[in-house]
């Protein structure tokens, strides 16, 4: 069964190729490259590698607006590189997502192309039309500020059409069969190639009822299992990662409640409420998220993150917890978007500040759920404030002290490489961090080897340890007679905690696994920690003689 589910004690790796390494000297990032730099991931630790959108797109929205699902932006290589890619992945171990980006597609796709030439057209009713500019056309926009309305007049068409992004991504009319069974052939076909699964965007817009008289879009949940079943009739072990930004009651209509819908969501209720926690050191608001999204069918895992390609997005905060983070990690309006959000990269949002980021990843790869890292997080890379959108956190990696960070031989690299200050490829990059034992490369390294040998934070239940401070997180997780135990200061100040294991038996020792710090319980069975300033601690419960005892009972 552990194989089966392989994505329950996983380590995703997110990667643009566009970004991560150019081997033909064109500036931009392609297959090659990426095939190049699989022993670094591999090295690294990481199980799993999820690709953002690579097919032929304008490249208006980072290639967000597809022109076709069956190819290969040539920039970036051919379908030969793409399955010589795939094949060295699965010789290393690697398993491969991939963005599936189906609630839109570019203005330029030809399926669009031919539905704006006349009502008759086969592909006319893939998309959403209107006759007249509907009443509501300048609300639900996915990007306030920046986008002005969810319905555009087609020239040619003679119509509106919606659109719940950017007005160049018409939606398409996924409540259509014919417009399903293509994403069905999409998914086989990427399946037949070597993918593992797909990390599915925007997926409540995807299955929400589309239409110039909705006015409240319903879920159409039966198209998950649709989804689900097809791809494990194809290949029983992929999966479907879940972009859903959604409240905790709707979860498990997500997963299903038999567990027949999404393998696997995003857990964006835990991730904002983490930031809330790490701004304000106090993990009150973090638990009851956690406690909300705790149910789920066995089979069903959570994806826990820091940040992405995209904003922290603070929407599910109340109004005094996202003021708070935006003071502490996002002061400047240069540093907001969207009304709702933060654009920067991790290390710049904690200063740079080591203790910060080794306990806040810390969080990420102890908290219940698979740990997704975002490319060059293992460095703690920072970002470019001066490009526009979300661009600023989308900038090449930085591998070596070499012209363009080692990115590219050329003199135009498709986005600028951070350059000078102190998130600069000259002081942050690859190949010096991989010669220093105490930088954040090798500390992530040995931390993603001790979180895959941990399989209880994957597949087990979590109980949160009751320390009396709202500043000191404690978690127990139970599977299979094993235990473990993590502990993490979020405050900038030491804090003594004593807590009990909440266990039957005779109050156990605490062996660290990422230390020699051990801790034995006192005579009422409790641990007491001296914890200094956003300290952290990874436990396995008792000796060898108490894990054998309790393999036997």
């Given amino acids: 069964m552990i194989n089966d589910l392989w994505y329950k004690n996983a380590v995703i790796y997110c990667l643009s190729v566009e970004t991560f390494m150019d081997a033909n000297g064109d500036g931009v990032g392609d297959f090659q490259g990426l095939l190049r730099r699989l022993d670094y991931l591999h090295g690294l630790g990481v199980t799993a590698i999820w690709l953002m959108p690579f097919q032929p797109s304008p490249g208006k929205d980072d290639g967000?607006?597809?022109?076709?699902?069956?190819?290969?932006?040539?920039?970036?290589?051919?379908?030969?590189?793409?399955?010589?890619?795939?094949?060295?992945?699965?010789?290393?171990?690697?398993?491969?997502?991939?963005?599936?980006?189906?609630?839109?597609?570019?203005?330029?796709?030809?399926?669009?192309?031919?539905?704006?030439?006349?009502?008759?057209?086969?592909?006319?009713?893939?998309?959403?039309?209107?006759?007249?500019?509907?009443?509501?056309?300048?609300?639900?926009?996915?990007?306030?500020?920046?986008?002005?309305?969810?319905?555009?007049?087609?020239?040619?068409?003679?119509?509106?059409?919606?659109?719940?992004?950017?007005e160049?991504?018409?939606?398409?009319?996924t409540a259509n069969p014919r417009v399903q069974a293509e994403i069905l052939k999409i998914m086989g076909f990427w399946i037949q190639l070597g993918v593992s699964g797909f990390r599915m965007d925007a997926l409540p817009f995807v299955i929400g009822t589309k239409g110039a008289d909705v006015k409240k879009p319903v879920e159409?949940?039966?198209?998950?299992?649709?989804?689900?079943e097809f791809l494990q009739w194809r290949q029983g072990d992929s999966v479907i990662l879940a972009e859903a930004n959604v409240l905790p009651e709707t979860d498990m209509d997500y997963f299903g409640h038999d567990g027949d819908r999404m393998q696997m969501m995003f857990n964006f209720q835990v991730n904002q409420h983490l930031f809330y926690a790490l701004a304000a050191a106090d993990t009150g608001p973090l638990v009851e998220a956690m406690e909300a999204t705790k149910p789920r069918p066995a089979t069903a895992q959570w994806g826990?993150?820091?940040?992405?390609?995209?904003?922290?997005?603070?929407?599910?905060?109340?109004?005094?917890?996202?003021?708070?983070v935006f003071a502490e990690f996002g002061p400047d309006k240069s540093m907001q978007l969207y009304d709702r959000g933060i654009r920067r990269r991790l290390a710049p949002m904690l200063d740079g500040d080591k203790r910060r980021l080794e306990l806040a990843y810390s969080l990420m790869f102890t908290l219940p759920g698979t740990p997704v890292l975002r490319y060059g997080d293992e460095l703690g890379m920072g970002d470019d404030l001066n490009l526009p959108e979300r661009n600023c956190a989308r900038t090449p990696m930085q591998w070596s002290t070499e012209p363009h960070g080692g990115f590219t031989k050329s003199s135009k690299p498709v986005s600028p490489v951070i350059s000078g200050g102190a998130y600069g490829f000259e002081r942050v990059n690859a190949a010096e961090q991989r010669r220093d034992p105490e930088s954040m490369l090798n500390w992530t390294e040995?931390?993603?080897?001790?979180?895959?040998?941990?399989?209880?934070?994957?597949?087990?239940?979590?109980?949160?340890?009751?320390?009396?401070?709202?500043?000191?997180?404690?978690?127990?997780?139970?599977?299979?007679?094993?235990?473990?135990?993590?502990?993490?200061?979020?405050?900038?100040?030491?804090?003594?905690?004593?807590?009990?294991?909440?266990?039957?038996?005779?109050?156990?020792?605490?062996?660290?696994?990422?230390?020699?710090?051990?801790?034995?319980?006192?005579?009422?069975?409790?641990?007491?920690?001296?914890?200094?300033?956003?300290?952290?601690?990874?436990?396995?419960?008792?000796?060898?003689?108490?894990?054998?005892?309790?393999?036997?009972?």
């Fill in 446 to 553: 040995r931390v993603i080897r001790m979180r895959k040998e941990m399989p209880e934070i994957g597949w087990g239940d979590f109980t949160v340890l009751d320390t009396g401070d709202p500043a000191v997180l404690a978690l127990r997780y139970d599977w299979r007679n094993n235990s473990v135990v993590v502990i993490h200061n979020l405050d900038g100040k030491p804090h003594e905690v004593t807590f009990g294991l909440g266990l039957d038996d005779t109050a156990p020792a605490l062996i660290n696994v990422l230390s020699d710090d051990h801790s034995q319980p006192n005579d009422k069975g409790e641990h007491c920690l001296l914890l200094d300033a956003y300290a952290y601690r990874w436990y396995r419960v008792g000796g060898l003689d108490y894990l054998l005892k309790r393999s036997e009972a």
């Fill in 304 to 324: 826990l993150f820091l940040r992405n390609h995209d904003e922290l997005d603070l929407g599910r905060l109340k109004p005094q917890q996202r003021e708070k």
């Fill in 168 to 173: 160049f991504q018409p939606d398409l009319n």
């Fill in 64 to 166: 967000y607006d597809v022109a076709d699902y069956y190819g290969v932006d040539p920039r970036f290589g051919t379908l030969g590189d793409f399955v010589e890619f795939t094949h060295g992945a699965k010789q290393r171990g690697i398993r491969v997502l991939i963005d599936l980006v189906v609630n839109h597609t570019s203005d330029q796709h030809p399926w669009f192309q031919d539905a704006r030439k006349s009502p008759d057209s086969p592909y006319r009713d893939w998309y959403v039309w209107s006759k007249k500019k509907p009443t509501n056309a300048n609300e639900g926009m996915v990007f306030p500020g920046v986008q002005k309305t969810t319905w555009t007049r087609d020239e040619a068409a003679g119509e509106y059409y919606f659109h719940r992004f950017y």
């Fill in 220 to 228: 159409q949940y039966d198209m998950l299992r649709t989804f689900r």
